[in-house]
């Protein structure tokens, strides 16, 4: 199975970006779907975006305009490029993909803070 290592987090000012990397190991990460996560305090993780192995795209509402997800398969990563950052993007952002999710199975993230 693919492993996955979050990194790129940090402290930014409201409006700022900060770019997020999704490092894997495995040979079959290419064909895979990977998807990043947040959850921010005392809150549920939520689903913030989706890349296919196709290169097909979604994301969650609140960052629709603002958060692009790419995937470079000659470097085994995958990308969330964050902008116009908000203090309500803060929050732990993990990337998975989707056995693992089904499997429960979770990274460190790498923590997002953003400051007003």
């Known amino acids: 199975q693919v492993q996955l290592v979050e990194s790129g987090g940090g402290l930014v000012q409201a409006g700022g970006s900060l770019r997020l990397s999704c490092a894997a190991s495995g040979s079959t990460f290419s064909m895979n779907a990977i998807y990043w996560y947040r959850q921010a305090p005392g809150k549920q993780r939520e689903l913030v975006a989706v890349?296919?192995?196709?290169?097909?795209?979604n994301y969650a509402g609140s960052v629709k305009g603002r958060f692009i997800i790419s995937r470079d398969n000659a470097r085994n990563t995958v990308y969330l490029q964050m902008n116009s950052l908000k203090p309500e993007d803060t929050a732990v952002y993990y990337c998975?993909?989707?056995?693992?999710?089904?499997?429960?199975?979770w990274g460190q993230g790498t923590q997002v803070t953003v400051s007003s």
């Open positions: 890349i296919t192995s196709g290169g097909s795209t």
């Open positions: 998975n993909t989707p056995w693992a999710v089904n499997q429960g199975y």
